[in-house]
């Protein structure tokens, strides 16, 4: 490893977000060899290796500021029910700062794992990814990889061994963790709970009265995981692994009772509860610790959408597709002629219109491989919709309630199937026996795995109550990544974009589009600045109802289309406008010449600027009907740097000075 210059750390970088950075990720030594340094000209994170190991440093370079005030352990197992610690060092004291000169005087934290390893590797792409639509970013992100090696060494685990696993990424304030833990011994263990990551950091409340739940959680470091669900589609609602907690050996905090969160640690919350036998391996979730520098949201939100686009590209993929409300092989072929007429390139089946991807007789994927064939002949992808929660199979086969024993309103959807169940299984299995058979280029999956728990002890993909969260997780995943290594995109009503999903709602309320044209137009505009402070433009879909849906009177629809052109291009523009796409659900895309011009020439012009439509959004004004609103598209790597969206909700024309903000084009 190259040896560590005092220099590189004071470098000030620019801003990231604006300009790449040239420094690449690399892992240094210290001229001792007792420490080991990630770093990319935008963090810098220290280990020191003897006696044990323990993070001593975490620093983000944009603005100086130190991260980390005490050690902790590099990770935690509870097996067997007992809990066992890897890597940390003993000896500090005092718990609100750590100084370099103190480490040498530590001693290991605990003997229950012995270091045998450090490797440093090149960084391999974490999901087999095949992209067949437009995509903005192709690439697959670069870096280093650095793993320590653990084996246990209390008796009672012999035979254990762990990785502690660290990702440095190039062009970003990022750092990724997991371990994995495998099992080479002569007896199988209960692998109860995995913590793979511990921070002890910075306090952001100086609060000497208050509890955990009310004071501020740090803010300068934002983590994401991929154990989120629960259909809020926004991260922050689903996480269900981050765990602000406090630490009462920091005796020196503010907070009288010592009940400041200062404390991060990653985790299931309802644990692993796996059997782990011999010569298996298990294998952690991930966190994405992302280093912030300000407060202000748009700039924090512009951090995160660049790691989306980075480390998941698959995010970046962006379809022009269309919701068909039928199935009739006529009205498929007459879509799909449509849509190659217009610049559309894929057409979804939509809920409602017949189709049944359970079904996978020899009669169904026949019918669908035809139509499938037909749409790509003519350039056009076809994919499909499916539900899996939200709905009852049977008793044998629902998640049971671990407090009744009963398939009795257990869900989070009040009844849904066990994915770990016989059907679930089996539903599984005739998605993929259909996708592979057919050739459809989409999923369009309505609740995905979204959390339940399940008491059954009869499911065979899982034991019982304790296996069964982390099983059915599992299987949902597996799922989504062998679709990616089909180059099969998927939309999905919950946060696995870090596992491979690829596009999620705004944020919408399906009786809204019910509601009149005039009212649609505001409220969507609403959706989508409110929805694209954190999410990508390519992340996100709207809804466009071209006929009715869930009630409401005419006024609420576009067919006939050649009588609502303005509403219709309008609706377009305010999500085409937004690199948003929307999901136009209906029997056609246009009814007379007029129309298909007007579709036309909208998709010509979202193509000409589809790179910077793409780009990530500024919040200028939020609608609110009363004056102008809008947002700006901001990208400096491309030819075109900005382009503002204005809109103007008022009967007569207006004049207003508007100030662009140019700093991040």
Known sequence: ???????????????????????????FRSADGRDLILFNGLLKRSFRISPG????????????QQLLRALSPEARLTVDGKVYAVGGLRGQTEKAYLLPEWLDGFTALSGDFRLTGIRVEALQPFLNWKPKTWVMNARQPEGKTLIFAYEAVAPAIAGLQVQVVYELYDGLPLVVKWMTVENTGTKAFKLDRTVHEILAFVEEESAVVGKPEKMKKPQKLYIENNFAYNNAMRYELSDQATHWKIDSSYTSQVNYYLETPCV???????????????????????????????????????????????????????????????????????????????????????????LNMEDASEVNITKFKALADYAHSKGIKLGGYSLFSSRRIDDENDVIDPVTGLPDKAAFFGHAPCLA???????????????????????????????????????????????????????????????????VYINAPDWYFLDGSHKIALGYREVNFSLSRAQQKILNRQNIYDGLWEKTPSMSWGFVPLTKYQGGTADAVLEPLSEHLIDYKQLMMQYYGAGVQACYRGPRLYDTDDTKTVVKETLDWYKK?????NADILHLRRPDGRDWDGIMHVNSALKQKGLAMLYNPLKEPITRKIKLPLYYT
């Open 1 to 27: 490893l190259p040896v560590w210059e005092d220099n590189l750390e004071h470098k000030i970088p620019g801003d990231w977000r604006v300009r790449p950075v040239a420094q690449k990720a690399e892992i």
């Open 53 to 64: 190991v323990a993070c001593t440093d975490f620093k983000n370079l944009s603005n100086g």
């Open 264 to 354: 991060v640690e990653v985790y299931p919350f309802l644990g692993v509860g796996i059997d782990l036998p011999t010569n298996e391996q298990y294998k952690s979730i991930r966190s994405y610790e992302l280093l912030l520098d300000s407060y202000d949201r748009e700039r924090n939100g512009l951090a995160r959408r660049k790691m989306y686009r980075t480390l998941f590209p698959w995010t970046s993929q962006n379809p022009i597709f269309m919701h068909l409300i039928s199935t009739d092989p006529v009205k498929v072929k007459s879509v799909i002629d449509q849509c190659a007429e217009t610049g559309y390139e894929m057409v979804i089946l939509s809920f409602g219109s017949g």
């Open 421 to 487: 169940s016989k059907w679930g299984i089996n539903y599984l299995k005739s998605l993929k026996k259909f996708i592979t058979e057919t050739g459809f280029d989409l999923l369009e999956h309505d609740g995905p795995y979204p959390g339940d728990v399940c008491a059954s002890t009869k499911h065979p993909g899982h034991k019982g109550l304790a296996d069964s969260q982390w099983a059915q997780m599992t299987m949902q995943k597996e799922f989504y990544q062998w679709l990616n290594g089909r180059g």
């Open 609 to 613: 600027y589809r790179d910077i439509l």
